[in-house]
């Protein structure tokens, strides 16, 4: 089963508009934690911002802001006032904890989003 | 700087010809990880490590081998390299306390 799920393959949007990114997850760990990541065309893997599961208010880093609604699994990605150089693809991946080292823990990356900001 | 570093950042090779990329951090991070990035895969990891010496396999470890011996190196080994290994490569690391991985730049490997 799918444990991180991007719908939206592809957007489009215009300059200065909000965009909103979907992702949902599925765990039924109660300790987690939700990340999201930009992939620009020249393809580093850019951390944009964090959500613990215990975190009570939603996150926020400059432009972008997390819209975490636990009860509904859904962590998406708002992006205030975009701008071209926003365009790239975004990742979502959620930490959950790994079979084998007591402790362990892994990321799970949902398929992506490919935002395109037009001018 | 804080930073991963990958190397090679490209690499062309044959099936069956042994390689390692190498991957280095200077944050001090506890956990290290390898992933592959394909199309419409997404990135799923091969092998992470939670400290030195403490390793184990991620979704898709098959065909890959690593180690930790330092903490601020985990290099990626493939004994014998197949095209289905063609792929994108992403090291990442973190402190184990969030695991807010940070991604060296990828390392585009090609199998012929």
């Known amino acids: 089963a799918q444990k991180i799920t991007q719908t939206q393959p592809g957007m489009f949007v215009q300059e200065k508009e909000a965009v909103t990114l979907d992702c949902t997850y599925d765990t039924s760990d109660p300790s987690y934690g939700l990340f999201w990541y930009k992939q620009p065309s020249s393809g580093e893997m850019i951390f944009l911002i964090y959500?613990?599961?215990?975190?009570?208010q939603n996150a926020t880093e400059g432009r972008y802001s997390l819209n975490f609604q636990k009860a509904r699994k859904s962590a998406n990605l708002v992006i205030s006032a975009s701008q071209l150089g926003d365009s790239a693809m975004y990742f979502c991946a959620m930490r959950e904890a790994a079979q084998g080292i007591q402790g362990a823990q892994k990321l799970v990356f949902g398929q992506g989003t490919r935002l395109t900001i037009n001018p | 700087e804080a930073q991963v570093t990958q190397n090679p950042r490209y690499l062309i090779t044959v099936t069956g010809k042994k390689l390692t990329v190498t991957c280095s951090q200077n944050?001090?991070?506890?956990?290290m990880s390898w992933y592959r990035q394909d199309p419409g895969l997404g990135l799923r990891q091969i092998y992470y490590s939670m400290n030195v010496e403490v390793t184990d396999k991620g979704d898709v470890p098959e065909g890959y081998k690593v180690s930790r011996k330092e903490k601020r190196n985990f290099p990626l080994i493939l004994e014998s390299p197949s095209p289905n290994q063609t792929s994108l490569y992403f090291c990442?690391?973190?402190?184990?306390?969030?695991?807010?991985?940070?991604f060296g730049a990828g390392t585009r490997l090609s199998v012929l």
């Open positions: 944050m001090n991070h506890e956990y």
């Open positions: 990442a690391s973190s402190f184990l306390a969030k695991n807010i991985q940070y």
């Open positions: 959500q613990g599961s215990y975190d009570q």
